[in-house]
């Protein structure tokens, strides 16, 4: 399980949805150094900043380009020290059908952008996030905050539902990384939550349209409460993926992997599938600190 030293990094990528901005008070509140990555701060994270000096560092990114990507491991050791490694590593970016980049409306020419920030990037992150902490030999966390959307389906927002599936069967997909490497990789799967997405005169269409009332949202901070327990506590191993909404404030959701060695025959067929995989994390371990080269 992972195991964060008494002043841990965590590098995360901040949102105006506002969960991420609570995470980062929790995480600052705990003892430890963040690095946020983003295009720009919000008016709140500038305040919090201010609040905490030496404690929460800010790089620009743009999480739809790799090369913003790799150089956060760098980044971090601007920010920190040359010796600096981040073992807790949160891609909370994501795009809910805005009109520009949508399935319904159709405008780009030769992507989807909102799967270029909802599936490649946090996929992308995650893989930086392993070089990094395996070059420095140290355990680490991956957090990626998909949705609900990405268990379920809707014909209203069947891009945004798309991108959310592929980032939770690529955690699925992770969970041995935790058992072979001490980097476990979990997905937080909030409900609606009572963020500015849903208010305000820019969001009021959008509003409209899925029938948002307070009555049936969480609120940021008991999503953040939540990661955090996800980084911290041994019982969420990788692969985990966690239900938090009105319903179910707290569900861990069935995390079961196509290939699961409970038999001699199965571990040795496992054995011999991973063994491609273990020999490149081998190679990357204890290489560098930085873990920015390569792909």
Request: with cysteine; proline share 4%; net charge neutral.
């Amino acid at each position: 399980m992972v195991c964060l030293s008494p002043t841990p990094i965590w590098t995360t990528r901040l949102t105006d949805t506002g969960i991420n901005l609570a995470f980062v008070r929790l995480a600052v509140q705990s003892g430890a150094r963040a690095l946020i990555a983003d295009l720009r701060l919000t008016e709140e994270a500038e305040i919090l900043i201010k609040q905490s000096p030496g404690k929460i560092a800010f790089t620009t990114c743009d999480v739809s380009n790799w090369r913003g990507l790799e150089n956060l491991p760098s980044e971090v050791q601007k920010a920190f020290g040359k010796n600096a490694v981040a073992q807790v590593w949160i891609a909370g970016a994501a795009l809910f059908e805005p009109e520009w980049t949508s399935f319904l409306h159709d405008k780009e020419k030769d992507h989807y952008k909102a799967l270029q920030v909802n599936t490649e990037h946090p996929i992308k992150l995650t893989r930086i996030a392993m070089r990094s902490c395996l070059g420095a030999d140290k355990p680490g966390v991956v957090l990626i905050v998909a949705s609900m959307a990405g268990i379920t389906g809707s014909y209203g927002a069947a891009l945004y539902c798309a991108s959310k599936h592929a980032v939770v069967g690529f955690t699925k997909s992770t969970a041995q990384a935790d058992i072979d490497e001490n980097i476990k990789v979990v997905c937080c799967c909030p409900g609606i939550v009572a963020t500015p997405m849903w208010k305000g005169e820019a969001a009021k269409d959008i509003a409209a349209q899925y029938q948002y009332n307070d009555d049936v949202a969480i609120m940021p901070e008991d999503v953040a409460e939540a990661m955090k327990d996800m980084v911290e506590q041994a019982k969420y191993k990788g692969g985990t993926l966690l239900e938090v909404s009105k319903a179910r404030l707290r569900g861990e959701l069935e995390s079961r992997q196509a290939l699961v060695g409970d038999s001699p025959e199965m571990k040795a067929y496992m054995d011999h599938c991973y063994a491609p995989i273990r020999e490149v994390f081998r190679k990357e371990r204890g290489t560098s600190g930085s873990g920015s080269n390569g792909a």
